[in-house]
């Protein structure tokens, strides 16, 4: 950990401190990319990970993004049919565009535009979440709660069966 917080990670602790949210972004030495790195990382269970995961819908060309529990699979299809199209892959350079951060660090708000956000219904049966801070190596905590006001997502089924 380091008290100085990279550019990006300071963004997403400037942006909790200014939705009153008091909660504390950590940059970790090894890397949180993916769900099985960071809960290593950090020392909890896979499905306390929040994924924040952008797809980029067809014809509109918005981007979409799906909050789900680390140990979860999305189903594209469920999300199809809550945004009433078609989904995409969204590329790196569509990813940084939209939301202003890399893949593997996204956090689940704070982005660069509005981006329509499903939370999976999982996240909300833990007491303790962690999720990208907008760096591979940046993440904070947080609650269920806190997770649902900071991404003013909709909750929904979001995971393959």
Same mark, same amino acid.
Not at 104 to 117: D, I, L, Y
């Given at each position: 950990?380091?008290?100085?917080?990279?550019?990006?990670?300071?963004?997403?602790?400037?942006?909790?401190?200014?939705?009153?949210?008091?909660?504390?972004?950590?940059?970790?030495?090894?890397?949180? !990319?993916?769900?099985?790195?960071?809960?290593?990382?950090?020392?909890?269970?896979?499905?306390?990970?929040?994924?924040?995961?952008?797809?980029?819908?067809?014809?509109?060309? !918005?981007?979409?993004?799906?909050?789900?529990?680390?140990?979860?699979?999305?189903?594209?299809?469920?999300?199809?049919?809550?945004?009433?199209?078609?989904?995409?892959?969204?590329?790196?350079?569509?990813?940084?565009?939209?939301?202003?951060?890399?893949?593997?660090?996204?956090?689940?708000?704070?982005?660069?535009?509005?981006?329509?956000?499903?939370?999976?219904?999982?996240?909300?049966?833990?007491?303790?979440?962690?999720?990208?801070?907008?760096?591979?190596?940046?993440?904070? !905590?947080?609650?269920?709660?806190?997770?649902?006001?900071?991404?003013?997502?909709?909750?929904?089924?979001?995971?393959?069966?």
């Amino acid at each position: 950990m380091s008290d100085k917080l990279s550019p990006s990670a300071q963004k997403i602790q400037q942006a909790l401190e200014t939705r009153g949210v008091k909660l504390q972004v950590i940059e970790l030495a090894d890397s949180t !990319r993916t769900s099985a790195e960071a809960a290593q990382a950090i020392g909890c269970g896979v499905g306390q990970i929040v994924k924040s995961l952008v797809f980029k819908a067809k014809r509109s060309e !918005r981007p979409i993004l799906v909050i789900a529990s680390g140990v979860n699979r999305v189903d594209e299809r469920r999300i199809e049919k809550l945004i009433g199209e078609p989904l995409g892959k969204a590329d790196a350079d569509f990813v940084r565009a939209r939301t202003g951060f890399v893949i593997g660090g996204v956090p689940p708000f704070g982005h660069a535009e509005p981006v329509e956000t499903f939370i999976d219904q999982d996240l909300l049966n833990y007491s303790e979440l962690w999720a990208a801070a907008g760096t591979p190596h940046a993440v904070f !905590r947080l609650t269920p709660d806190e997770l649902l006001f900071l991404s003013d997502g909709k909750v929904a089924p979001v995971k393959q069966e």
